[in-house]
């Protein structure tokens, strides 16, 4: 019955579980357009912790997504904010009048007065860190949770592996759980991960296929067709116009991102756009271009966000067998130490 390696199991995400509240410490990495209400309620009710993908929502949006997803599960979730979104403001406003019990900051670093409000309303904050001198950054301004992501992750990505940001973090922080994410497609990898010290693992492209994930058909077959190479990072064409490296499927929009980039780069050098402009119009591009692949099934013209991870997705499963699946190759693995 492997019951030493589910013992072992339990006591090493025993943090994390307790932190979000779950049976499982496996978050779900919010993706745009794929993580809704569905897929965000089917893993939490497999045991896991759905995170809705804010993206480019109005707050009257995430309202009704929020509210819906309770009609889904009663298990706890989280949403995915970005802290460059315009209304970033009235979409705190709106997670905590929704009582919505753990929020996660994305997409730059959190301004300390948003950790603070968010704390004071009740939420836990979890913040992403790329480097050790921002987890203790982000510690100090009131962070109750780090999630370290790799380059190997799909979307907006830093330019370090999961490998060398476990070994540079996990050993010095333990005031706080941290959470690994990036190229974690078995339970043997995210067992090791916690051996190290983590608390729990996230997984974003290992759902995409899930048989309640919404992406269209198109989407899915492109994702089990992939191979890990397949997967690359986009190319920043100007050094004094930094932009978040996107590690996607190669396609027509790979390229057309690019164009989009020349574009944005001469209007901001012409005064139209200031940084902040610019660098928003680049996120309501891939917003646009991720929503013709995920909602439309154009996967020629939209964009195709994976992890290397893509090269394991090979059937439409349902999330719990996902779930499932992960914790038993875990079990095996500790089972066999």
């Not at 780090?146 to 799909?154: D, H, Q, T």
């Not at 729990?200 to 077959?221: D, P, R």
Request: charge should be neutral; include cysteine.
């Amino acid at each position: 019955m492997n019951t030493s390696g589910r013992a072992r199991l339990a006591e090493l995400w025993q943090r994390g579980k307790d932190f979000l509240g779950v049976e499982h410490a496996i978050l779900g990495g919010a993706m745009s357009w794929v993580s809704e209400r569905n897929l965000v309620s089917a893993i939490s009710n497999a045991g896991g912790f759905g995170v809705i993908a804010c993206g480019s929502m109005t707050p009257d949006l995430l309202e009704g997504e929020i509210a819906a997803t309770r009609t889904m599960t009663d298990k706890t979730f989280a949403v995915n904010l970005i802290t460059m979104h315009p209304q970033i403001s009235d979409l705190i406003d709106v997670c905590l009048r929704h009582k919505v019990s753990h929020v996660v900051l994305a997409g730059g670093i959190p301004a300390a007065v948003d950790i603070k409000r968010l704390k004071a309303g009740g939420a836990r904050v979890i913040c992403f860190a790329p480097a050790l001198i921002l987890v203790k950054k982000l510690i100090r301004s009131g962070a109750d949770a780090i999630i370290i992501e790799g380059s190997e992750a799909g979307g907006h990505i830093g330019p370090v592996s999961t490998s060398i940001l476990a070994q540079e973090i996990l050993p010095h922080v333990k005031d706080v759980p941290v959470f690994v994410a990036g190229g974690i497609g078995r339970g043997e990898t995210m067992a090791a991960y916690l051996e190290m010290g983590a608390a729990g693992v996230q997984l974003g492209t290992l759902f995409v296929c899930a048989t309640e994930s919404i992406a269209h058909e198109n989407f899915k077959k492109a994702f089990m067709r992939g191979n890990s190479r397949d997967a690359t990072i986009s190319v920043q064409l100007d050094p004094r116009f930094p932009v978040i490296p996107v590690r996607a499927l190669k396609n027509k929009a790979s390229e057309s991102f690019q164009e989009a980039q020349r574009q944005i780069i001469a209007r901001h050098q012409t005064g139209e756009l200031d940084m902040k402009e610019a660098q928003l119009a680049i996120e309501h591009y891939w917003a646009g271009a991720l929503r013709k692949a995920v909602i439309d099934g154009d996967v020629d013209a939209g964009s195709l966000m994976a992890g290397q991870v893509v090269g394991l997705v090979k059937t439409e499963q349902s999330t719990r067998e996902i779930i499932d699946g992960l914790v038993e190759q875990a079990i095996d693995y500790l089972s066999a130490r």
